[in-house]
């Protein structure tokens, strides 16, 4: 399972991975990001997360904030 996950964000461009974590995340996908970023070890993996992390500051959440249960 990890090698499909893996394949499939390597597929996405970075662009693509901040829109799909701002979409299924909405104001979290900071967070989301940053524990993706503290979790692994892996060097490309962390250059991507702080590639993502970066756009999602550049384009702060514009929807409604509620509750996420």
Excluded: C, I
């Amino acid at each position: 399972m990890k090698e499909a996950v893996l394949a499939s964000l390597s597929a996405m461009t970075d662009d693509e991975l901040a829109a799909f974590a701002r979409k299924t995340a909405h104001y979290r996908a900071e967070d989301l990001v940053r524990n993706a970023l503290r979790e692994t070890s892996d060097r490309e993996l962390r250059s991507r997360a702080r590639e993502v992390l970066h756009w999602l500051r550049k384009n702060p959440y514009q929807g409604p904030y509620v509750p996420m249960h």
